[in-house]
């Protein structure tokens, strides 16, 4: 059985949206719930991001996943490394 179900491409593969096979993934698993969408984002010459978006409904995981595509897409054009914590707490005086 293959682990993506529903595999749904945009953005010519830059984002994927795609929802796992537990009876692959996790054998034991009861499935009395509805399944989550998982996205995949590539946001740079070679960096892939695999995410889940904890929703079940595709419309609303579809705007979740281009929000955060959008987004890492931004900071990596702007020099940002994806690694890092995005927000650096500064105390103040």
Request: net charge positive.
């Amino acid at each position: 059985m293959a682990y993506y179900e529903n595999k749904v491409e945009h953005l010519d593969g830059e984002l994927i949206l795609y929802q796992r096979n537990l009876k692959t993934a996790v054998p034991n698993v009861k499935s009395h719930r509805k399944p989550t969408w998982y996205m995949k984002l590539r946001v740079g010459p070679r960096k892939f991001v695999n995410r889940s978006t904890k929703l079940t409904i595709y419309e609303e995981a579809y705007a979740f996943a281009r929000k955060e595509y959008n987004r890492m897409t931004n900071a990596v054009a702007l020099g940002h490394t994806l690694d890092e914590p995005s927000c650096v707490c500064v105390p103040s005086l």
